[in-house]
């Protein structure tokens, strides 16, 4: 049963108020789910229904809806369960429903209608339904309001739906595009590290395991989101200079000579002035490519920085570099135990590295499954 | 002289309709012009105003405020042409203004206001301004809406002008923000094209070089925005499997043994697999780096295609690598000059290259200036 949303031109241009205010709340958020949630309340509010939810396909070929975001009260059935964990079935005679139609659609019997069928056993009585889509057309996600007890929708409800659905679909596109966009620079910037790996199989892996150390301390000194990044950022290029290094340097089995060894170390100034050209990277991320052999009782290369001269990224990010090279195979040597490595981690507390990082560093490093 | 914007509830829910609409729109749009222009022209439509004008700052030290986007007429006078040139100076009194409040601004008689000195000189008689910030609160651009002869906003139009502001402020500052990721992201693939160029020097500039190239091809071929997206990505990334070329091989003076020439062969599909990972890098991008050392006639590798068998954007890709390879020192040869270098193209067209291209990348090559 399909009810056509009113047409009363005081209610929708009072409602359209609203709305647009809840779009400036979605627009200033910087994340999916803090930007459709307060618009998800305002229906929970403002109509019978005692729960709204944002249901996204998960790819591009998704055969199912995920929740994205929720507000007030979902069905406790098990159903309802398995579609938390599991996402809303693309063949379910909803989501089919909601392919073929531009509109919001609403239900006041969900056991008379032949697409609601499945939502009586989830323990919804009535249900209002909007499309999102993409771009170019395709469906990407829906809105979902629901009653647990029969109602039938008014005429200003299905107004606010309909409204709400519209403005903040085009908003969901756009930030589904914005995540896709965060995503790829996330992995261009890690494909730039790892491209480094291509020339040296000893190294396989390094990357990314520092790179997830790092990711670990920062959870544990509370990082904000932007440190994080600037962390992670810096941990997939720390080693990027590299690239520079003659593989007769760079691949020596043996002991390097002094020569040599300049040349290894310019990986450092090299990766700067490499990272400085992508002006977008923020400082504590060069501070990281930068500072990452430094030493905090000084003696490190290429500054000599001492303490906290050193930046805070530097300094965890050094125990992260220096424990994965202690326990990988090398050229030179074979792996350290996990606690062999950490006791030389201990030895260099307060020499080589910050004393005050290294009891988080072991600690972290114990609560690793290896 | 500052007039508030009326509070007339009625008039206000009815504005907010419009604005809505209007933000659905400007939603959808890809860019910040185009998103923004639709509002600026029911500016200019449902006030007084004969223009209106978002202005931005380009970049974070901004020194002055760029024109983005513009609707309706704008004052013809020199000043107004140097503002379109060179931007709107940051330490004007309305941009000072501007900083100082949340609020939109209404001058009936930019002679009274202290805020507009230097309009009147502009041709522009009655303005109303409104403050863009970014999420950390800082003025990021401003909305101007302008008459030439001297009127009073009322409060319907007033009421217009704050809302759409408000909105559209909180909108460009996100377009902003995504404009900002794609030039991230943009810098990203391109640094794993040149990191590529520090370990071998005879190739500096030639990433950029075929590049640019590859983009006038795409001009004159008339490739939508995502063709050429995907060909200048593919050229970013073309040589990106030599990274785990050795230098033995890579950077060998003399002429290279079959083994040694199939070890560099393998730099083709070493750079497919790397570039497959790349989850975000479409099709066309993927198919550059695949085939362009296919030929026309077969006999290229690593596949040995033919004709169109061949993507478009690697048979366009492999005339631009060619030919600067051609005109290019290298350690076996020197650099041929430009039209040595086209006659040796056109010798191979049909042959090496697409014979309908061929014609278009000669008079592209030679329409450049040396």
Known sequence: MITEPGNGTETRATVAQAVLSLTQIALAASDLASGITPTLEHLVCDTAAVGAAYFQASGDQALT?????????????????????????????????????????????????????????????????????????????????????????????????????????????????????????????????????????????????????????????????????????????????????PDAVLLKPGKLTAEEWSVMQSHVTAGSSFATALEFLPSAALAVIAQHHERWEGGGYPWGMVGDEISLGARIFALCDVYDALTSDRPYKAAWSKEEALAEIQAQSGRHFDPELVPHFIEMARSLND
Chains 1, 2 share one sequence.
């Open 65 to 245: 809806y995920q929740v994205r975001a929720a507000s007030g009260d979902m069905p406790s059935t098990p159903g309802m369960a398995a579609i938390a964990a599991h996402g809303l079935p693309a063949d379910v005679p909803l989501m089919r429903a909601l392919e073929a139609t531009s509109q919001a659609m609403f239900f006041d019997d969900c056991h008379i209608a032949s697409e609601t069928q499945g939502f009586i056993d989830l323990g919804v009585a009535s249900l209002a339904a909007a499309p999102v889509r993409r771009a170019d057309g395709k469906l990407m996600g829906a809105f979902l309001m629901h009653t647990f007890d029969q109602h039938t929708w008014d005429d200003s409800e299905a107004a606010l739906f309909s409204m709400v659905s519209g403005t903040i679909a085009a908003l969901a596109g756009r930030l589904a595009a914005e995540e896709q966009m965060r995503a790829a620079q996330e992995a261009s910037l890690r494909a730039l590290g790892l491209a480094l790996e291509a020339r040296d199989g000893e190294t396989l892996g390094h990357t990314d395991r520092v790179t997830s150390f790092a990711m670990q301390m920062a959870g544990r000194l509370r990082f904000t989101d932007a440190q994080v990044q600037a962390l992670r950022w810096g941990a997939y290029l720390h080693d990027i200079g590299k690239i520079a290094i």
